[in-house]
């Protein structure tokens, strides 16, 4: 029982990691980028694109990449709106696109 309990907790520790490490790559890499917003409804304009190697396709993950970008400037972000644009396929069958997000600051 206690082995079992270890791996679990190994798995959701690696699983943190990893998100925090996919994180920090795309910003690296800039496939992450900010933009103040010129409209009243919303703070900030955030793109996030999604190819093969980072996978934004979970709403939890796009509220943490939104909350290392802003962190300094917001400290309680939240997506009002968001919008998927369809990029094509890559070779994989994996659809590539940009997420647009619409974030006001709480």
């Known amino acids: ?19 925090n490490h996919l994180i920090r790559y ?3 890499k800039n496939h992450y980028s900010l933009q103040p ?8 304009l955030v793109k996030l694109k999604r190819n093969h190697e980072l ?6 993950t796009r509220l943490l990449i939104v909350k ?3 962190s ?13 644009v369809n990029q094509g396929q ?9 997420y647009f997000l619409k974030v006001s600051c709480q």
């Open 37 to 44: 917003s010129n409209d009243d409804s919303y703070d900030y």
């Open 1 to 19: 029982m206690k082995r079992a309990l270890v791996v679990l907790l190994a798995v959701f520790l690696l699983g943190g990691c990893s998100t």
């Open 90 to 98: 890559e070779f994989f069958g994996f659809e590539r696109g940009t």
């Open 72 to 84: 300094g400037s917001c400290l309680n972000p939240v997506i009002i709106n968001e919008h998927f």
């Open 55 to 60: 996978n934004v396709d979970n709403s939890n």
């Open 68 to 70: 290392k970008l802003i």
């Open 26 to 28: 795309g910003i690296n």
